[in-house]
C-alpha cells in the first residue's frame, strides 16, 4: 500500500515540510510528477533547504527516495541540487533512485518556454521558464528524449535531433531571445555524466516489488490540484496532473493501492503566475499575508498573491483527489488579524453556487464570506492542539465541518519541530 500527499491549491502549500515530517514513518519516499518548476522547502535545525526534483525524504538515514518516471528531470539543474546536498553527508547513490522512463529537459525546452511565454505577451501563463511545457509536449507528442536513453549509444545523435527542432520551433515564435546554445549545452552534457554516475531503475517494478515485501510508501506530489492540467485553472495551469490520479500514472502505482491521501493547504491562499483567483486581495489585508508569511517563490522569488482561504475551491480539490485527510499550514500568518473571511460560495452570474464552474474569471466569479473573528497570539512556539487561540480552533471546526475531511495537522512554523498533531 501507499500514501499520497500532495497540493490543494495552487502550489506552495509546505509539502516539503510535512513530507520530511512524515518520512520517518515510510521506508519509501516518490516523486510521481513535476520538474524543477517546484521548490519544496525544509527547515530544521537552522537548516533550510530547498529541494526542486529529489524528494523531500532525503534527509532521513533510512528513506529510498524515487524520481518517478512521471517527473521531468532537467540534468543541469538536477546537478545542482545534488552538489548542494554534497555536505549533509547523504549516501545519494544509495539512498536516490531514478526511473529509467523520466522525461530529460533540453536546453532547447527552456529556451522554447521562454520564447512561447514571450510570444504569448500579456496573456502568459507566468510560467517559471524551466522547460515543462515543452518537456511534456515532447512526451505527449512522443519526441521526448527519457533518462534511459542515456545509456544508448547514439543519445547524442537523438539529442541533436529533437534539439535541431527546436531550434526551429524557437525561430517561429519571432521574438528576440537570446542564448547562447553550446554554452549551454557544455553544461547539459557535463551534467549528464554526473547523472549517469546514480542508479537508473524500472521504477514501476522497484515498486511492485516493494509493496510485495510490505514496505511502506509516501508519494510526493509537486505543485497544486487548481495547477493541474485537467482539473486546474486552464489554461493557467502546469503541464502535468498534480491530482491524486498522477501518482497512478507517475509512479505505476494501481489506484486500489493508495491508501490516506493528505491533502496539503495554507491557512489563506496564495498563487504565482498568471491566472484566476477569486479570493485575491489588492489590499492591506493581502499585502500583510505576502510580508509575514514570507510569500516570495522558492524558484524564481516572484511574490507570491496572497488572498482569503477559498472553501469552494478546496472542497472541489479535494473530491477531486479522495483526500482523507488535511494538513492545514502557516496558520501563524494569520495571528493578528482582528477579522479573518473564508469564501464558502461564489455568486456567479447572478447566481450563488457552491462549485467551480468552468469560467472563473474575475467578472463571472465574486467570492462569499463568511467572517470569522481573529487571534493576537503568537502560535509560532506552541506545540499543542489545546493550546492554540480557541478563535483558531473555530477556524478549524468551520472548515472540517465544510469540507467533511478532518485536519490532522496544523504547521504553525517553517520548522519540522513547529508541527501540531491533532
Ligand atoms: P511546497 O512547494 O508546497 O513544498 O511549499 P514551499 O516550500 O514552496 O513554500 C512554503 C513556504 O512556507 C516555505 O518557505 C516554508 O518554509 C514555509 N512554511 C511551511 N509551513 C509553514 C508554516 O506553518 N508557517 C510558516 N510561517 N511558514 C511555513
Ligand atoms: P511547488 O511544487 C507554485 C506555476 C507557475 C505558473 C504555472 C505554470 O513548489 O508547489 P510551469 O513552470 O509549470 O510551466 O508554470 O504554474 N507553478 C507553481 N506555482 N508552486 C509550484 O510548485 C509551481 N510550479 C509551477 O508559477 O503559474
Ligand atoms: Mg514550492
Same mark, same amino acid.
Given at each position: 500500500m501507499a500514501d499520497l500527499l500532495l497540493g490543494l491549491q495552487w502550489g506552495d502549500e509546505g509539502k516539503g515540510k510535512i513530507v520530511d515530517v512524515l $518520512?520517518? &514513518?515510510?521506508?519509501i519516499i516518490a516523486r510521481f510528477q513535476g520538474g524543477p518548476n517546484a521548490g519544496h522547502t525544509l527547515e530544521f535545525d537552522g537548516i533550510k533547504h530547498v529541494l526542486r $526534483?529529489? /524528494?523531500? %525524504?532525503?534527509?532521513? &538515514?533510512n528513506s529510498i527516495n524515487i524520481i518517478g518516471n512521471g517527473v521531468v528531470i532537467d540534468p543541469t539543474v538536477f546537478k545542482q541540487e545534488i552538489d548542494g546536498l554534497a555536505k549533509f553527508d547523504i549516501d545519494i547513490k544509495s539512498r536516490l533512485i531514478i526511473s529509467r522512463k523520466a522525461h530529460l529537459i533540453l536546453p532547447t525546452h527552456r529556451l522554447l518556454d521562454a520564447a512561447s511565454e514571450a510570444a504569448k505577451g500579456k496573456a502568459k501563463i507566468g510560467s517559471t521558464l524551466k522547460g515543462i511545457g515543452p518537456t511534456y509536449m515532447d512526451k505527449t507528442g512522443r519526441n521526448g528524449l527519457r533518462v534511459g536513453d542515456i545509456e544508448l549509444e547514439d543519445f547524442k545523435e537523438r539529442y541533436r535531433a529533437l534539439a535541431d527542432k527546436h531550434e526551429a520551433m524557437i525561430k517561429f515564435h519571432d521574438v528576440e531571445i537570446q542564448y547562447n546554445l553550446p554554452e549551454l549545452e557544455k553544461e547539459f552534457f557535463a551534467s549528464i555524466e554526473a547523472l549517469r554516475q546514480l542508479t537508473f531503475i524500472d521504477s514501476e517494478q522497484y515498486l511492485h516489488q516493494a509493496q510485495k515485501d510490505g514496505k511502506t510508501i509516501l508519494c510526493e506530489g509537486a505543485q497544486g490540484s487548481l495547477l493541474d492540467?485537467?482539473? %486546474? $485553472?486552464y489554461p493557467f495551469v502546469t503541464s502535468s496532473n498534480t491530482t491524486a490520479a498522477g501518482a497512478c500514472t507517475g509512479l505505476g502505482i494501481a489506484p486500489n493501492k493508495i491508501k490516506e491521501v493528505y491533502g496539503i493547504f495554507k491557512a489563506y491562499a496564495t498563487r504565482v503566475g498568471s491566472g484566476p483567483f477569486p479570493t485575491e486581495l489588492f489590499d492591506e489585508a493581502g499585502a500583510t499575508m505576502a510580508k509575514v508569511g514570507n510569500e516570495f517563490g522558492s524558484v524564481t522569488g516572484r511574490q507570491r498573491r496572497c488572498g482569503w482561504l477559498d472553501l469552494v475551491a478546496l472542497k472541489y480539490a479535494i473530491r477531486v483527489n479522495g483526500v482523507t485527510q488535511l494538513m492545514m499550514m502557516k496558520g501563524d500568518v494569520l495571528s493578528g488579524f482582528d477579522t479573518l473571511k473564508v469564501a464558502t460560495s461564489y455568486k456567479y452570474k447572478g447566481q450563488e453556487i457552491d462549485h467551480l464552474p468552468y469560467n472563473i474569471e474575475p467578472e463571472n466569479v465574486q467570492p462569499v464570506y463568511t467572517e470569522f473573528k481573529g487571534w493576537a497570539a503568537d502560535l509560532t512556539g506552541l506545540t499543542t492542539f489545546d493550546s492554540l487561540p480557541k478563535e483558531l480552533k473555530e477556524y478549524i471546526e468551520f472548515i472540517e465541518k465544510e469540507v467533511e475531511v478532518p485536519i490532522t495537522i496544523v504547521s504553525? %512554523? /517553517?520548522?519540522? &519541530?513547529q508541527t501540531i498533531l491533532k
Open positions: $518520512t520517518s &514513518k515510510y521506508d $526534483t529529489i /524528494p523531500s %525524504g532525503i534527509f532521513h &538515514k492540467v485537467d482539473f %486546474g $485553472t504553525v %512554523g /517553517p520548522d519540522r &519541530k
